[in-house]
């Protein structure tokens, strides 16, 4: 059984992952046909083609390598009649690419390619394949936050304690000196439902938290819900060392990574651990904590990655926060979905996995690099500075953008990302990242 689950994750994942990229292609390829440009291809993987189908002038697929996807876009750039012989070593990478952009322009249809479009329509078209991602990742999340909700502490009272224990102490039971805990010399039993704390109504135990810890050695009103009748009953809380905890009961840290230790009031109560809804506005406000973590990843990456290859080497831990290929996504969701919990819990961590891809997807492709999204929007936008200079100067308007002359840059890049991938992939292989324990 464990075996078919840890499967069930890794084809949970992978096929999230394919229509992450199809979204991402088609966030491409509507604003494409919309503006009249010709589209040849709309491809789900690379290398040999698995299954095709044309419908009108485009043909729709799936290769055999689920890597990413690509639709092909007439004229990327300008044709290359009246250019000249590039130039220097890369001169039959470049020719090369003048002739496949020429193969793209059918006949008839040389109106309709992408160069031709204006700048806005063409960072329309760029940027529509990342924003797919950002968009489907903002619905991951708040089905995710505001569907399923946050596991956190509920206002069901699960377990009461008898005395004040220090902070840190692994007793287990009390000691004739230790004094009585507020909660139980209140008449707090396990079960009650707290309605409210000093006249204000709470709705997660947080919030009970919250007003405690700010109240020690003051004297509150706590209304629970006991057998379908309220009841008041008085609580002083005591000033006591605790160590920090957020809503969802994971410890808070301090800079060194040391579990916060602060004086607080105390009353000596657990609560039931549930699901707890949260507003709509979450789920976005989760997306974007994603992508600015994300986007601080993309800035440390090679430092990132130098360590991964370090810790390849020498076996040691890796950083759970570093980047991951799809094998080491789809070997993480395998071992979630095969992990001891309710299956709430782990289907919540798959979707916020699958949601994390996404933002993944969308920060990765707005780096300004040819062949990346990113790249393609940055030769636009400097086409229509050109451009708008020349108007400005009253000068004729200038030849469009050749791109293909960032053909050897964008070589290098390419191979990069070929090398980071076959890293990344070697490491999920040997040295994954451990982010259950065990």
């Not at 507003?279 to 990843?297: H, I, K, Q, Y």
């Not at 300004?368 to 004729?396: C, E, M, N, S, T």
């Not at 308007?397 to 050897?408: C, E, I, Q, R, W």
Request: proline share 7%; charged share 15%; with cysteine.
């Amino acid at each position: 059984m464990e075996t078919l689950l840890y499967v069930g994750g890794i084809l949970f994942m992978l096929i999230g992952l394919g229509l992450s990229i199809g979204l991402h292609e088609i966030g491409h390829l509507l604003p494409a046909k919309l503006f009249g440009v010709r589209v040849g291809q709309y491809m789900i993987g690379f290398g040999p083609r698995i299954w095709s189908k044309r419908i009108g002038e485009t043909e729709y697929g799936f290769k055999l390598l689920p890597l990413g996807g690509f639709i092909s876009m007439s004229g990327m750039y300008p044709d290359s009649k009246g250019s000249g012989p590039a130039k220097g070593v890369f001169r039959t990478l470049i020719q090369d690419a003048r002739s496949a952009n020429d193969e793209t322009i059918a006949e008839g249809a040389e109106e309709r390619v992408f160069f031709r479009l204006p700048v806005w329509k063409r960072v329309i078209v760029m940027l529509g394949g990342p924003l797919m991602n950002l968009i489907l990742a903002v619905v991951i999340f708040t089905v995710l936050v505001s569907g399923i909700g946050v596991q956190q502490g509920t206002t069901t009272i699960a377990s009461v304690s008898q005395c004040v224990l220090p902070a840190g102490s692994t007793a287990t039971e009390c000691g004739s000196d230790d004094p009585e805990a507020p909660a139980a010399e209140a008449g707090i039993k396990p079960g009650d439902v707290l309605v409210s704390l000093d006249g204000q109504p709470v709705s997660d135990f947080a919030e009970a938290t919250s007003i405690v810890q700010a109240s020690p050695g003051k004297t509150l009103d706590l209304v629970v819900l006991r057998d379908g009748a309220e009841k008041t009953l008085k609580i002083t809380p005591v000033a006591a060392e605790r160590k920090l905890t957020d809503a969802s009961g994971r410890p808070v840290l301090d800079a060194k990574g040391e579990q916060v230790v602060k004086t607080v009031g105390y009353v000596g109560m657990g609560a039931q651990m549930g699901f707890v809804q949260q507003p709509l506005t979450a789920g976005p406000e989760m997306a974007a904590d994603s992508v600015a973590r994300v986007a601080s990843l993309i800035v440390t990456l090679p430092v990132k990655l130098w360590d991964i290859g370090a810790s390849l080497v020498t076996g040691g831990e890796r950083d759970p926060n570093g980047p991951l290929s799809v094998v080491g996504v789809g070997r993480l969701a395998g071992e979630v979905a095969a992990t001891d919990a309710p299956i709430l819990n782990r289907f919540s961590v798959l979707l916020g996995l699958l949601g994390s891809l996404n933002v993944a997807l969308f920060v990765f492709n707005l780096i300004p690099l040819l062949p990346l999204d990113g790249g393609h929007i940055v030769v636009a936008l400097w086409d229509g500075i050109k451009r708008a200079w020349a108007k400005l100067f009253r000068r004729p308007p200038p030849a469009p953008v050749d791109a293909t002359k960032l053909v050897p840059l964008t070589v290098v890049v390419a191979t990069l990302l070929i090398a980071m991938g076959a890293l990344l992939l070697v490491a999920d292989l040997f040295n994954p990242v451990n982010l259950l324990g065990g």
